[in-house]
């Protein structure tokens, strides 16, 4: 059964699990073990999103990170890794843009079939449906400048999102965020935002 490498980002309260080989699959708990824990019950839901068979084990913790300026207790990825300077062959870099845009596909999914007015409480703040799309699209421009690429303001989201799937092709090697790690920080923000319009829409 093929490996399911992950890395661990913590803070002083919170952890964060992230799979390396499937950007966008990464969630928090308090703690190493309720970390991967979480992100395994995730496993399904993640499959679902990108439309993939993904490998739940036997889990291979690569390495484990102190987060960056409190990110993780926050509720964000923010700390690159030494894992995240392996260099990605053209058929592995190809597929994980196909996860990125499964995740952009199933974001825009769950939000045209969200009410514009989400349930409120502690998941996530308060935003409604169309500002926490607003959110996501005005993060994903200010990504792209650390991918070495400049989306201009009131860009449509899929001039966007093709100006940033080019970019992460031709990024230069020295732009302040690697590939890989650009790649999961983005599909990331995606689905944790899409699952959090589904989870206050019920």
């Known amino acids: 059964m093929e490996s399911l490498r992950i890395y661990l980002e ?3 309260r919170w952890v964060f699990a ?17 970390a991967i824990d979480t992100l395994l019950d995730y496993a399904e839901r993640y499959a679902k999103a990108v439309g993939r068979v993904v490998s739940t084990g ?5 390495g484990r990170l102190a987060t960056r300026g409190g990110m993780a207790d926050f509720g964000a990825l923010g700390a690159v890794g030494p894992w995240d300077s392996e260099p990605l062959a053209a058929k592995e870099l190809t597929r994980q843009l196909e996860l990125l845009e499964a995740s952009w596909d199933y ?6 079939a969200s009410p514009a007015e989400l349930r409120k409480g502690q998941r996530g703040g308060g ?10 699209q005005e993060a994903e421009r200010s990504y792209a400048a650390k991918l070495g690429g400049r989306v201009p303001p009131r860009t449509p989201w899929p001039q966007q999102r093709t100006t940033i799937l080019a970019g992460l092709r031709t990024a230069p090697p020295d732009s302040a965020w690697p590939v890989r790690y650009g790649i999961r920080r983005l599909a990331w923000h995606v689905l944790d935002h899409a699952w959090e319009m589904q989870d206050r829409s019920t």
Do not use: C, I, N, Q
């Not at 390396?20 to 073990?33: I, S």
């Not at 036997?58 to 690569?62: A, G, K, L, N, R």
């Open 10 to 12: 913590a803070g002083t």
């Open 18 to 34: 992230s799979a390396l080989d499937w950007p966008g699959w990464a969630r928090r708990g308090k703690g190493d073990e309720a």
């Open 58 to 62: 036997p889990v291979e913790v690569v």
């Open 107 to 112: 974001l825009d999914a769950v939000g045209a």
């Open 127 to 136: 935003r409604d449906t169309d500002a926490m799309l607003r959110h996501v």
